[in-house]
């Protein structure tokens, strides 16, 4: 099947047709570590995981897919900066050295993006390469020099800057945003690395070092200039260095498209004489019960905040992946619970496929239809409500009890490959539940009342009484749960 | 009541002022409005412009004024009556119990009664009933003078009394909701092509006496609801939302209402828990691009 999409350079649902039969190259602007994954954060990455899933499995093509790691900005050096209040005592002791801090900090988020990943349900095979933009800082170094070569780019006060006006003589600036140039100023500068479409000036591509923060030396049009790249420069020698350009599909959330992305095009256009991508697709924002995540709002979340409310991470997963990726995702608590009970409709249909009497009833047409159907939905943008619809529409239409010893494996068969897409169901009989005897619910219950009243020998000593019956205790911030021990 | 004034001349006191002069019962008319005033002259009886200037005499007061006013006017005419012999304060707001009308004059009758209808004219007066709430000494006295003006008095329970802004909300939500739903497929009608006069009456007729007839059997109205809802037609329920995205607002309205029917129609075996769950999940998602 063939797949269009949004387009967001062109404003419009077009065919996708690779660049180069060979593979799909897809680059997704990828987290900056210095802090724990946001909900916004997944839902951007749950985003480009369901598109190379459906390029893969649908389409049939081979996918690179690469997601960096910005791991050198603004934000990563004021919170590993010397005495940052947001230093993390687990860390250890600071360095002198504030690229050890600096690594040390984005090393922890690293690890902690990538569980949050593994959670959530992307894998990380399937994530070609994560690069870590502090790795490629001298293909960023021959970018800049190129830029300043082509006449792009100009030297002030140790940094280089971007000539958006001299740009804008030759080349359209605004192709993914409608950019606010009435107030553009020619020759003033923005050292930030996000700035609103009000403030269009010439963007850092190096910045100038200053006293105690990271920085790498370089040399461009015959002078020193000590420092550390621009954000938006970051993507720009990532993508050419590890996917070549123009490469086929760019995916960032909605906020990127100003000033990251428009920035990202018009560097590597000047810098490497090329497109960037052929397709620019954008996911649309999160909202936390109607209103923007905030923490001011009381209302931001992590996904570690959700798990410790005891919110299980698949239905996390559906319930963001089976709304409109182009739509304004509004995640309440009733949504997720209605995800949830949606995805455990299909899981029990799925048990039930691999137990019970057979029905007698030919359901291949049916079952012919929800192939035609999801794919289909999928293919149209990715249109995954559609999708699930169809799913729902089956399973309402033909119960598993009535599914015949044809119709069975053709039902797995196919579950196993719309599973491959959205990922949240298991393929495979119930499993067998040990009933854990009432005397190790009592004990784990009176070890739970002992600490909770601090009384922590009485805790520890009932922990053992379980273990001896063969069960272990695994506590979570408000309750426990029993396991068989291994 | 032998003698009645009203207080305040928009939709209900004017539609009031003139069954309660056919009835002969109207004494006196206190407007404020000029040009209202002119349209007044035609109940020939007194055309007050003043609350100072009410007669002081045996006349029950109706206040025919908006529900923020109602307070301050009742206290106006406890200071201006106390003692001279005002029968009875009466108010017409489906929202606020009879306290609201207390003051230092306690030989006041207090009493609260208000038509089950919206009412721009006379003419929606017949037949109409209304609630009712006042001392049980005074009930009788209150049900002579509506059913005077042929409406149909209902005394309401203490759990109503209990539930008032519920209960108002209710009336609104069937009448003033209702009108603006309908407002709202009009337009729809309009924007896809077809002549709303044409295309709405018979749907619009049908529904409303499928609805009358459900109340009268005690019978949900969802019982014969029809529709893709009740078919757990999510494809359908999806292009539904698609088509009327622009529309500002009404992606909501139609999400909002299939939700607050789901458990009810749950309830009534209507759509099994595996329906319900699905549809849930499929109305709580955004099915279409910003």
């Known amino acids: ?486 | 009541m032998n003698s009645i004034g009203i207080i305040g001349y928009g939709a209900l006191g004017a539609s009031l002022a003139h069954v309660l002069r056919n009835a002969g019962l109207l004494s006196w008319i206190y407007v404020k409005n000029e040009d209202r005033r002119l349209q007044a002259q035609s109940l020939s009886v007194p055309i007050l412009n003043s609350i100072d200037a009410l007669p002081v005499n045996d006349c029950s007061i109706i206040l025919a004024v908006p529900d923020s006013s109602i307070y301050e006017i009742a206290q106006q005419v406890h200071t201006l009556y106390a003692g001279k012999g005002c029968h009875a304060l009466i108010h017409c707001s489906g929202s606020l119990g009879i306290d609201v009308l207390k003051g230092k004059d306690t030989s006041i009758k207090l009493i609260a009664m208000h038509p089950f209808q919206t009412i721009a004219s006379y003419t929606d007066l017949p037949n109409t009933p209304w609630g009712i709430d006042c001392d049980a000494s005074d009930l009788a006295e209150v049900s002579r003078l509506i059913e005077s003006i042929n409406g149909i008095p209902h005394t309401l329970s203490s759990r109503v009394k209990a539930n008032k802004s519920l209960y108002h909300a209710t009336a609104v939500a069937s009448s003033n909701l209702l009108q603006m739903l309908i407002a709202l497929t009009t337009a729809m009608a309009d924007e896809a092509g077809i002549p709303s006069e044409l295309f709405l009456p018979s749907i619009q007729t049908t529904t409303l006496k499928r609805a009358h007839d459900s109340l009268n059997n005690k019978q949900s109205v969802l019982h014969d609801l029809t529709g893709p809802l009740i078919r757990c037609d999510i494809a359908t329920i999806q292009a539904n939302r698609e088509a009327i995205r622009h529309i500002p607002g009404l992606d909501a309205v139609y999400v909002s209402l299939c939700k607050a029917a789901i458990p009810q129609l749950k309830a009534m075996q209507k759509l099994t828990d595996f329906e319900t769950d699905i549809l849930m999940n499929a109305l709580n998602i955004q099915v279409f691009k910003e």
């Open chain 1, 1 to 486: 099947m063939k797949l269009s999409l949004y387009n967001t350079l062109t404003k419009k649902i077009e065919p996708f047709e690779p660049l180069n039969d060979a593979e799909v190259r897809i680059y997704s602007c990828g987290p900056t570590v210095y802090d724990y994954a946001h909900l916004g954060n997944l839902k951007a990455f749950l985003f480009p995981d369901i598109l190379q899933r459906t390029l893969r499995i649908v389409c049939g093509y081979r996918v690179k897919w690469v997601m960096n790691i910005t791991d050198i900005d603004d934000k990563t050096i004021r919170d590993s900066a010397i005495g940052s209040e947001r230093w993390n005592p687990a860390f250890g002791e600071q360095s002198l050295d504030p690229k050890v801090n600096l690594k040390v900090l984005t090393s922890f988020y690293e690890q902690e993006f990538r569980n949050d990943l593994a959670m959530i349900g992307i894998k990380h095979s399937d994530i070609s390469i994560m690069p870590r933009a502090t790795d490629f800082i001298a293909d960023m170094q021959d970018l800049i020099r190129n830029i300043h070569d082509s006449g792009y780019a100009y030297i002030s006060e140790g940094s280089v800057y971007f000539d958006v006006a001299k740009w804008r003589e030759k080349e359209h600036y605004g192709r993914l945003f409608a950019i606010d140039v009435e107030h553009f100023k020619s020759g003033v500068r923005i050292d930030a690395d996000e700035y609103s479409r009000e403030h269009v000036s010439d963007f850092v591509l190096w910045k100038a070092v200053k006293d105690a923060e990271p920085f790498w030396d370089f040399t461009v049009a015959e002078q020193q200039l000590p420092g550390r790249p621009g954000w938006h420069i970051e993507c720009s020698a990532m993508g050419h260095a590890l996917l070549g350009l123009p490469f086929d599909i760019h995916t960032g959330g909605v906020d990127l498209r100003f000033p990251h992305h428009e920035d990202e095009i018009a560097q590597s256009k000047a810098g490497y004489g090329q497109e960037t991508a052929q397709f620019w697709c954008h996911n649309e924002f999160l909202e936390v019960e109607g209103k923007k995540m905030s923490k001011s709002f009381g209302n931001f979340y992590t996904l570690r905040d959700l798990l410790d409310k005891g919110m299980d991470p698949m239905d996390i997963r559906f319930s963001m992946v089976n709304a409109q990726y182009g739509s304004v995702f509004n995640f309440t608590e009733f949504g997720l619970e209605s995800a949830s009970k949606a995805r455990k409709r299909v899981q029990e249909y799925i048990y039930s496929c691999f137990e019970g009497n057979l029905g007698h009833d030919n359901h291949a047409e049916e079952l012919h239809r929800l192939k035609q159907d999801f794919f289909s939905a999928l293919c149209d943008d990715l249109h995954m409500p559609r999708a699930i619809e169809a799913l729902f529409t089956f399973m309402k239409m033909c119960p598993a009890q009535a599914l015949s010893h044809r119709d069975r494996p053709a039902f797995l068969e196919l579950i196993h490959d719309i599973n491959e897409i959205v990922g949240v169901w298991t393929i495979a009989p119930r499993p067998e539940m040990d009933e854990i005897p009432k005397e190790v619910k009592e004990l784990a219950q009176q070890r739970w009342d002992a600490k909770a009243s601090k009384d922590f020998t009485k805790a520890d000593v009932l922990r053992k009484e379980i273990s001896a019956r063969g069960y272990v205790i695994k506590d979570s911030k408000d309750s426990y749960t029993i396991l068989k021990e291994e």
